[in-house]
């Protein structure tokens, strides 16, 4: 047997002169058809970004000839012996060390600096903070070589030329205006007045409202800081052949790379030496990128 049918109510009739129901509109797609103009223009993008570290990653396994001969070819012969001859010659071991303390240090004093001066400078909107915010303003109008001689003159005076010390406590100064004004702040800025409120009303003081109302809204930004900086202070160059010099034991990657450059470079080697330092930025990178894509997402969509 088949089980008895449900009756169906029959919708009463429309009184007269009253507008028919309209028919409840599609939702709309929530991401727009990519035109093909778009779809090249985006792999055009990528092939340019790509082409250049190909180069550098195929020309660490040849020679001179075949380098200059077969530029964008793969290599005949696979030299991995060059990447053991520039980490031997230009001696990238301690190197890469240095670059690794001095940064990551760099980074915890800019960090340490500059989230409570952002902080601050979010909170507060007087004639003071116009004028920190002014000063701070001031460091973008000061060009790097401008500052050598000085900065060389102030090391020698603290006794601290020719050392770590002193870059680790230089490059944080150097790296404040872009932390602090254009991007920590600007997302203080964005933290709701009346969660700030709510949160003073239940006891929260300045260290609790920063720990736990500012911090995880601002987080994007402390990443964003932390990756730019991270780039800025592997790739110091000027600063770090003055500063600390070429003794072996104290100077940079970037300070070692260049020992590789002489009337008879080989540049297969040089290329391998110049993989070996990108690697640590690149895997720096590529763990916090998707941290980053938030952030950029994040300082895109915050008004």
């Known amino acids: 047997m088949t089980p008895p049918r449900t009756p169906t109510l029959a919708r009463p009739p429309a009184a007269p002169g009253t507008p ?17 103009l778009a779809s090249l223009l985006s792999w055009l993008y990528a092939l340019l970004l790509a082409a250049p570290l190909y180069y550098l990653l195929v020309s660490s396994f040849k020679t001179n000839i075949e380098i ?27 190197a890469l060390l240095n670059s690794v303390l001095i940064s990551g240090v760099a980074i915890a004093l800019t960090l340490g600096l500059a989230v409570p001066a952002a ?12 004028l920190i915010t002014g000063t701070f303003s ?14 060389v003159i102030l090391a020698i005076k ?14 944080p100064a150097s790296a404040l205006p872009l932390s602090v004004l254009l991007l920590l702040t600007q997302f203080m800025r964005t ?26 809204i601002a987080m994007p930004g402390v990443v964003s800081v932390t990756i730019l900086q991270l780039l800025t202070f592997w790739n110091e ?41 990108l690697l640590p930025v690149y895997v720096a990178y590529a763990l916090a990128s998707r941290r980053m894509q938030e952030a950029l997402t994040s300082g895109a969509v915050k008004g």
Do not use: C, K
């Open 119 to 130: 902080y601050a400078l979010a909170r507060q909107d007087g004639r003071l903070s116009r």
């Open 191 to 216: 933290v709701p007045h009346a969660l700030v409120e709510s949160a003073t009303l239940d006891g929260a003081g300045n260290r609790r409202l920063l720990r736990h109302v500012f911090l995880p």
């Open 158 to 171: 603290l006794e601290l030329f020719y050392t770590r010390e002193f870059q680790m406590l230089f490059l």
């Open 237 to 277: 160059y000027l600063f770090s052949l003055t500063i600390t010099g070429t003794d072996p034991e104290l100077r940079t990657a970037q300070v070692a790379l260049p020992t590789l450059i002489s009337d008879s470079t080989a540049f297969g080697v040089l290329t391998a030496g110049t993989v070996l330092t």
């Open 20 to 36: 028919a129901a309209r028919p409840a509109p599609a939702p709309r797609a929530r991401r727009r058809a990519r035109t093909p």
């Open 68 to 94: 200059f001969t077969r530029p964008f070819a793969l290599p005949r012969d696979w030299l991995w012996g060059n990447f053991s001859t520039a980490w031997r010659t230009a001696r990238l071991g301690p």
């Open 138 to 151: 001031l460091g973008f109008l000061v060009p790097p070589f401008a500052a050598l001689i000085p900065t």
